[in-house]
């Protein structure tokens, strides 16, 4: 069984305690800043002595992410519902040497079983080391299961989910201390490793609803609010197909047009505006109107350009690429009308890409990362 163990450094203050179950009411626009930092931040230890266990293990769900949302690409994402998403259950155990993690076992979709067990190689047992360090653990060993619920390469935040849910359950297995800024920041050890330096997953994942990413350096993660009383469905088709993220970026332009660039920045200001204003329909436009990324990845995704037509003839407000792909997305604001959507975008997967396709409406997830479940010491 592999482990990984890691050194804890002394900080400079201790912080209070942060509770994460789930997260507290956030204002209309909240900006939650860390300190200043690298475009790639160290992990430091926060607390101030090895802290003890409060509880045996702690399970933790973490949501599937839609990352991009058109024009807001490495910049915009959101949490989506529907009971998609990661589980990860971290315990304490004897048998792992005090201040390393392991990892016990990884199940869930068939593809799981392709997940490394070395803790340094798969996205949770990363998240979890880096949680484990900025606590300070140093006197207990902890072993690590992971259920996956997302499929991987399927644009809908596979690695994020993983990460965030394993830095949560640390956290809460020693009493909820990492705020949720930290909890980003040890998903982003995660996602820096495998899939690049980006929140857009990560961090919606966490802290639920729609974020924006407004600095790397210094980091800066806002989220931004939908209105409660505004009804917002997504529509995921993802058809049986691998769209690799490393291919899916090198499709990307190496220069961008200046009237591309105000067209792209406008429509992104338009749909954090219309998230704001919980305005569905100028949501779905300006997420349809990428001009920059979408072009060069559609084509790369059999039958992406008909998906996209057959959505909004179905009557969608907007459809684009979910990610990296190959799972599009649509949103609606009425949830039978989302499902209509959904069967007309999987029969153009089959017709013009000659792919199968399953659909999931979901709702918006406010939530977030949050502990399902919990056994004392």
Same mark, same amino acid.
Request: with cysteine; glycine share 10%.
């Given at each position: 069984?592999?482990?990984?163990?890691?050194?804890?450094?002394?900080?400079?203050?201790?912080?209070?305690?942060?509770?994460?179950?789930?997260?507290?009411?956030?204002?209309?626009?909240?900006?939650?800043?860390?300190?200043?930092?690298?475009?790639?931040?160290?992990?430091?230890?926060?607390?101030?002595?090895?802290?003890?266990?409060?509880?045996?293990?702690?399970?933790?769900?973490?949501?599937?992410?839609?990352?991009?949302?058109?024009?807001?690409?490495?910049? %915009?994402?959101?949490?989506? =519902?529907?009971? &998609? *998403?990661?589980?990860?259950?971290? +315990?304490?155990? !004897? /048998?792992? $040497?005090?201040?390393?993690?392991?990892?016990?076992?990884?199940?869930?979709?068939?593809?799981?079983?392709?997940?490394?067990?070395?803790?340094?190689?798969?996205?949770?047992?990363?998240?979890?080391?880096?949680?484990?360090?900025?606590?300070?653990?140093?006197?207990?060993?902890?072993? %690590?299961?992971?259920?996956? =619920?997302?499929? &991987? *390469?399927?644009?809908?935040?596979? +690695?994020?989910? !993983? /990460?965030? $849910?394993?830095?949560?359950?640390?956290?809460?297995?020693?009493?909820?201390?990492?705020?949720?800024?930290?909890?980003?920041?040890?998903?982003?050890?995660?996602?820096?490793?495998?899939?690049?330096?980006?929140?857009?997953?990560?961090?919606?994942?966490?802290?639920?609803?729609?974020? %924006?990413?407004?600095?790397?350096?210094?980091?800066?993660?806002?989220?931004?609010?939908?209105?409660?009383?505004?009804?917002?469905?997504?529509?995921?088709?993802?058809?049986?197909?691998?769209?690799?993220?490393?291919?899916?970026?090198?499709?990307?332009?190496?220069?961008?047009?200046?009237?591309?660039?105000?067209?792209?920045?406008?429509?992104?200001?338009?749909?954090?505006?219309?998230?704001?204003?919980?305005?569905?329909?100028?949501?779905?436009?300006?997420?349809?109107?990428?001009?920059?990324?979408?072009?060069?990845?559609?084509?790369?995704?059999?039958?992406?350009?008909?998906?996209?037509?057959?959505?909004?003839?179905?009557?969608?407000?907007?459809?684009?690429?979910?990610?990296?792909?190959?799972?599009?997305?649509?949103?609606?604001?009425?949830?039978?009308?989302?499902?209509?959507?959904?069967?007309?975008?999987?029969?153009?997967?089959?017709?013009?890409?000659?792919?199968?396709?399953?659909?999931?409406?979901?709702?918006?997830?406010?939530?977030?990362?949050?502990?399902?479940?919990?056994?004392?010491?």
């Amino acid at each position: 069984m592999a482990t990984a163990a890691f050194s804890a450094t002394s900080p400079t203050q201790s912080r209070p305690a942060h509770r994460h179950r789930p997260l507290p009411s956030l204002s209309r626009l909240r900006a939650i800043r860390c300190s200043s930092v690298s475009k790639a931040p160290a992990v430091t230890a926060v607390a101030t002595a090895d802290p003890s266990p409060v509880f045996r293990s702690v399970a933790a769900f973490a949501p599937a992410t839609v990352a991009n949302l058109g024009p807001g690409f490495d910049f %915009l994402g959101c949490a989506v =519902g529907g009971g &998609l *998403g990661d589980t990860v259950t971290v +315990s304490v155990d !004897s /048998a792992v $040497a005090p201040g390393t993690l392991s990892i016990a076992d990884v199940s869930g979709c068939a593809a799981a079983a392709k997940l490394s067990r070395n803790p340094l190689w798969n996205c949770a047992g990363i998240a979890g080391i880096a949680a484990m360090r900025m606590l300070g653990v140093r006197s207990v060993g902890l072993s %690590l299961s992971l259920h996956k =619920g997302l499929p &991987l *390469g399927s644009g809908l935040g596979s +690695s994020a989910a !993983s /990460a965030a $849910a394993a830095a949560l359950a640390v956290s809460e297995l020693f009493g909820g201390r990492l705020s949720p800024d930290e909890l980003v920041l040890a998903g982003l050890e995660s996602e820096k490793k495998v899939s690049g330096y980006h929140a857009d997953n990560v961090g919606p994942s966490i802290l639920g609803g729609f974020v %924006l990413i407004r600095s790397y350096d210094p980091f800066e993660i806002i989220r931004l609010e939908f209105p409660v009383d505004r009804e917002l469905y997504f529509v995921l088709v993802g058809p049986e197909f691998e769209a690799p993220t490393k291919k899916m970026r090198e499709a990307l332009p190496a220069d961008i047009p200046m009237k591309d660039h105000v067209r792209n920045s406008s429509q992104a200001a338009a749909l954090v505006a219309a998230v704001l204003q919980g305005n569905v329909r100028v949501l779905g436009s300006a997420m349809s109107a990428d001009g920059i990324v979408e072009p060069r990845r559609a084509p790369l995704i059999p039958g992406m350009v008909s998906v996209k037509k057959a959505a909004i003839d179905s009557g969608a407000f907007g459809c684009t690429i979910s990610g990296a792909g190959p799972t599009a997305v649509a949103v609606t604001d009425d949830e039978e009308k989302g499902k209509e959507i959904g069967s007309r975008m999987v029969e153009a997967f089959s017709r013009e890409g000659n792919l199968k396709a399953s659909v999931t409406v979901a709702k918006l997830d406010r939530v977030g990362a949050r502990v399902t479940g919990s056994s004392a010491v």
